[in-house]
């Protein structure tokens, strides 16, 4: 017996405009239109709409939300101020990363706050029966990914195209916060916040206004040069910008500080599940660790290849592509503490082939403020 692939509320709008529909998670999503270098380089200069539906939605009612999850989140939410997102992670009693998620303060639109938690589509129902056990239904926990959108509007244009229909000027709010607004009068969750390295929002909306306000934007954005976007460029940017991806750079074998992560790590003055092992494993100076690489030639560096340092293998690539905004292929690897100071030379074995690679600062890709 097979599993249906799951839609998002915007799937038939994809399918009948050229998205190159795929299965991503167990959800169809478009992974790109015309192609994957031009919507990369239309989110670099001007805008894009991306789908983002399929990421997991999990709401918090309870008074007690922002305590309950302090202690299930390696960053500290209960002194989440309202309005304020926080990028932390869940990770096992051992420290492996089960994912990583944006915690939310709202005020909802009946001045009520909630918590809200975004997950990755991957893992949101291993997440969910995860914080189920671990006591998240004290919390008030609703699982709204389906009665919810998800749209990411990307790119130097963005701020400007959506400003004009929403209720609340997003140019006035900063990074990583969010607030309740309307947008033409439909009820939005409006966030600054993105995973492409470019400014804009993520709108939260539910599932009926999800094509008109697709489409409003669209047609604003005209003019400018805004395009729908895929799956496959959303991992080219988020690559460049030097941001895990869940599978790749993070998994319950890899733990926070491994990842390079330490920021999302609060251990001072609290207690929460999987912090003990992760005091152990900060000590620990043998555990690889995630680094950037840029290579010369035009071979692509990909998931798995092996990494050498003079003959010796010290790791292999997490995640590698050839960065349309660089010119040049870049990749993220898991390596020897030996090989991880930038300028550090390496090679990378391309199908038999060794060639030459370099230890980079992450970043690849800051904007310009």
Sequence with gaps: ??????????????????????????????????????????????????????????????????AILDRLVTRRVSDLREGRI????????????????????????????????????????????WLLDHGAGEAGFRDVTLETAMIAVQGPRAIGLVAPFLSADPGDMKYYTSTSAEFNDRPVLVSRTGYTGEDGVELIVPTGAAEPIWQTILRAGSDVGIVPAGLGSRDTLRLEAGMPLYGHELSDQINPWQAGLDFAVNLADREFIGRDALVRLKEDASLPQRVGLTMDRRRVPREGYQVFQVDQPVGEITSGTFSPTLDRPIAMAL???????????????IRGSRLPAQVVKLPFYTRRK
């Design 335 to 349: 390596v020897s503490p030996s090989a991880t100071d930038v300028g550090t030379d390496l090679t990378v074995d």
């Design 86 to 129: 926080r990028y932390g992670l869940i990770v096992d009693e051992q420290g492996g990363t089960l994912d990583d998620v944006l915690v939310y303060h709202v005020v909802g639109h009946d001045a009520q706050p909630y918590c809200l938690m975004v997950v990755n589509a991957s893992n949101r129902e291993k997440i969910v029966a």
């Design 1 to 66: 017996m097979t599993t249906a692939i799951a839609q998002t509320p915007l799937h038939d709008w994809h399918a009948a405009h050229g998205g190159r529909m795929v299965d991503f998670a167990g959800w169809s999503m478009p992974v790109q239109y015309e192609s994957i270098v031009s919507e990369h380089q239309a989110t670099r200069t001007a805008a894009t709409l991306f789908d983002v539906s399929h990421m997991g939605r999990l709401r918090f009612d309870s008074d007690q939300a922002p």
